[in-house]
Structures are given as C-alpha cells and as structure tokens.
C-alpha cells in the first residue's frame, strides 16, 4: 500500500463517500445530493451560486442535482419577489426529514473515522487539514 499523503487522503475521501452512500442507500438519494441537503438545513433559501460554492460542485454538475432533486421533491426552486431571473432553492418538508437522517450520518461518519483518537488530536487532525486546503487553493 503507498503510504503517500495524496493515495491516503484520496482512498480515505473515497471510503467516507462510500460509508455516506451506504448509509443512505435506501434513500434513494445520489451522490452530491446529501452535501446539497446539508447545506441548506443552514441556509434554507439560497442560490444555486452560493450552493454551488459552498459545496465544491461545478455548476453545471448542481444544476443536474438540482433539477433531479426537484423531481423526486426534495426541494422547490423560487424566484424571491420582485426578482424574477433570480433563483433561491428551498427545502421541502420530505427534504428536510432527508437533511436531518444525513445530519444524523455524517455525525455517525465523523465519529467512527476519529474514534480513537483524543480531542486534542482531533483538533489538531482538522486544523492541519484546513491548512492543506488553504495551501492548495493557493
């Protein structure tokens, strides 16, 4: 096994997707779709831009969620008042009752990927990670 930092961070990013979509398999939902849903449990009502930036999706790439999500209800597209070119993306309540089991998830995820390890080493785990993403968006 290469014990290289990119082959273990990327087979690592692999096997968490693979726990999510595991988890999540009789949802019937794909992936993007949780991270999506995640995101707009905190900010209900935004932009595809802002969710497309906040979530690391290509545009083109959330506007395929999207358009899948709408149809099997999970969210509502709106053009707020008065602005009718613009879009804000909305929750629906079957949506929301997704959005809290994948909360639920992720929390799960988090805590077996870091059993074993002490708060301190926790913080310091996600800390040297946040530096490695800020390197690379240099």
């Known amino acids: 096994m290469d ?7 990327m ?7 693979r726990s999510i979509m595991h988890r999540l398999k ?6 993007g779709q949780p991270k999506v ?3 707009l449990g905190e900010h209900n009502g935004a932009r595809p831009g802002e969710i497309a930036r906040s979530c690391h999706i290509e545009a083109p790439t959330l506007t395929s969620i999207l358009n899948r ?7 509502i597209r709106k053009a707020p008042p008065g602005d009718h070119r613009a879009v804000q993306v909305y929750m629906t309540e079957k949506g929301k009752v997704f959005q809290k089991r994948i909360v639920s998830e992720f929390a799960s995820i988090d805590d077996e990927a870091l059993q ?9 785990f996600i800390k040297t990670l946040e530096t490695v993403y800020q390197n690379l968006q240099k």
């Open 3 to 9: 014990n290289s930092f990119h082959f273990l961070l």
């Open 26 to 31: 009789n949802t019937g939902l794909t992936p």
């Open 11 to 17: 087979i690592t990013q692999a096997s968490v997707q």
């Open 69 to 75: 999500m709408e149809r099997d209800e999970l969210i």
């Open 116 to 124: 074993g390890l002490s708060e301190a080493e926790k913080e310091a």
């Open 37 to 39: 849903l995640e995101y």
